[in-house]
Nanobody, 125 residues
Framework: QVQLVESGGGSVQTGGSLTLSCVASGAIDAYAAGWFRQFPGKEREFVASISRYSGGSTYYADSVKGRFTVSRFNAKNTMYLQINNLRPEATAVYYC??????????????????WGLGTQVTVSS
């Protein structure tokens, strides 16, 4: 299991943009990957996924479609989440994770064994 470190969060105003990064300690080309977020007092939720390959197929939660873009660059063991037109309701801690099975990223992520510290995104109105 690779170790993952998220970064790129911060405080922005409504309408702003951020690019979150997730760097893995080892190769990730054998893994599907995803982004997740956790609102204060709530359970972690799925945000976006990408299949194993750089430029692989993507899938998004309905709440973020059109404003969030997930990508990956396997040669750098890194994936990204571009967030545009940020709204206050996007304020959360954002996490990344990987698994050999894309189904687990989308449907079974709550069972993934290891999580990083996440990166805080705060959007002010």
């Amino acid at each position: 299991q690779v170790q993952l470190v998220e970064s790129g969060g911060g405080s922005v105003q409504t309408g702003g943009s951020l690019t979150l990064s997730c760097v893995a300690s080892g190769a990730i080309d054998a893994y599907a990957a995803g982004w997740f977020r956790q609102f204060p007092g709530k359970e972690r939720e799925f945000v976006a996924s990408i299949s194993r390959y750089s430029g692989g197929s993507t899938y998004y939660a309905d709440s973020v479609k059109g404003r969030f873009t997930v990508s990956r660059f396997n040669a750098k063991n890194t994936m990204y989440l571009q967030i545009n037109n940020l709204r206050p309701e996007a304020t959360a801690v954002y996490y990344c994770n990987t698994d050999p099975n894309l189904h687990n990223i989308i449907e079974e992520f709550r069972s993934l064994p290891s999580w990083g510290l996440g990166t805080q995104v705060t959007v002010s109105s």
